[in-house]
DNA sequence: CGTGTTATTGATAGATCTCAAAGATGGTGG
DNA sequence: CCACCATCTTTGAGATCTATCAATAACACG
């Protein structure tokens, strides 16, 4: 697995796109590596934002828990993608903590060495930018779709935003490639696991989605997106 | 009015602190000068995103809207802070509208320009990788609130935020020193303005808050700050 | 086969939204 | 200076969505 982590792979990640091949080298040398374990935390919510990283391989979730001890998922992270983004914007603290959901790989950079190398290759701290700029948007996203959504569009959107990141093709449609419960879907949508169970199950019903434990494959994603869109019909 | 529009004042913003005087020239000398009308637009949501804004003095606010025509404030600009940072993150649309609430003044640059400054002076980068990631942290916590608080709560934060932004000292508290109406105060909490102005009539019975037509008083923030924190008692 | 986790399901209660209407408020123009 | 108008706000009653509470069921694993 660690054989993986060279120029081409590093060039593949948005944030460091754009880099010559000695900018690479130069990133690279400063890289740490490290594996997680399926269950393990990469950083824990409040702890000091020593460092940022670039997921190998493997997937995370990275989730906020709340003063009475409720979860809200912040995001899923999927190979390529960066997380611990605070410590590369300046932030203190990590906000989440970050979880294995598989067995993964990541690299990362303290950060000193973070702000070293955005100095040196300031490429690098714009495609920082871009990529924090697109993390903020699709924040946005979800407080609009919380602040004006009814539950079972919500956790469409979350589905069909899921099957994009992390989708496998697969003989009954689009499955989603990571174990994922009801309670996950829960956490990312702003409800409770029960909602989640009954919407599924109605859908499994209709035809749109096929579910199973900790899975879920999208058989029908136009449904889905007709149900995510819907103003304000019945169903079942 | 534009006679503030100087070095100091440049220097006093997020995204150039940190500049020597020669460079705060040089941003100063790209800027255009532009000046909005209470009710004016700055740009739209959908518009290409073609320069991002520093507002000098007045108030803004930027709103998305849903396809069945609801709104949801994103966030009201204050003096100094910066707007459409999409432009700056390398975004191609404004995902959201932005309309003066009070006659306002402000100074900007294309997005091109602003790619050329970031060059010449990585640290303007650096400044606005700290700015994008502080609303993204922002962005999490709404997000966080909104899933897991109940509508009561979410005001009581709303209005403390609002209180931290842009709060003025008055006898009898701490006044929102912008006009904002209940209408406002829902979509910036995901409820109806129906739900706002029940609640705000008690807490202005309980001496908790003072409102009146687009204003409001915090006239006890210790209270404010209990209801929002509060885990799950009932009230009046 | 236990055993712990995850998922399903039914009944009920409550928080909010919706619908509807009436009351304030402040600005404007005659 | 006053009447009028557009906005903004308040309030009530009823409808609904969704959370909660409480079990049971299905599943995976050692």
Same mark, same amino acid.
């Given at each position: 697995?660690?054989?993986?982590? *060279? &120029?081409?792979? !590093? ?6 796109r ?19 374990? &399926?269950?393990?935390?990469v950083?824990?919510?409040? *702890?000091?934002?020593?460092a ?5 391989? %493997? ?69 920082? $930018? ?15 779709? !919380?602040?004006?959504e009814?539950?079972e ?5 979350? $589905? ?29 949508? %702003?409800?409770? $696991? ?6 599924? #199950?109605?859908?499994q ?9 900790? #899975?879920?494959?999208? &058989?029908?994603?136009?449904?889905? $997106? ?11």
């Amino acid at each position: 697995m660690e054989s993986k982590i *060279d &120029r081409s792979l !590093l060039g593949a990640v948005d944030m460091f796109r754009g880099l010559d091949e000695s900018a690479l080298d130069d990133v690279l040398r400063a890289a740490h590596r490290r594996r997680i374990r &399926r269950g393990e935390t990469v950083f824990r919510q409040g *702890d000091p934002a020593q460092a940022f990283f670039v997921l190998v391989d %493997g997937r995370l979730k990275v989730a906020q828990t709340t003063a009475e001890g409720q979860q809200v998922v912040v995001r899923f992270i999927g190979p390529r993608e960066m997380f611990g983004c605070v410590a590369v914007a300046g932030g203190t603290s990590y906000p989440g903590t970050a979880t294995a959901i598989s067995d993964s790989f990541a690299i990362g950079w303290s950060q000193a060495t973070t702000q070293n190398l955005m100095r040196r290759h300031p490429q690098i701290a714009l495609n920082a $930018l871009g990529t924090v700029g697109s993390r903020l948007q699709e924040a946005h996203s979800r407080v609009r779709e !919380l602040s004006t959504e009814r539950v079972e569009q919500r956790i469409a959107h979350a $589905l069909l935003r899921l099957a994009e990141q992390a989708g496998k093709r697969v003989a009954a449609g689009v499955e989603i490639e990571f174990p994922l419960s009801r309670q996950d879907v829960a956490e990312v949508t %702003g409800t409770t $696991l029960h909602t989640v169970s009954r919407t599924l #199950r109605h859908w499994q019903q209709d035809g749109v989605v096929a579910v199973g434990r900790q #899975r879920v494959t999208i &058989r029908d994603p136009d449904a889905l $997106l007709r149900i995510a869109e819907e103003p304000a019909e019945a169903a079942s």
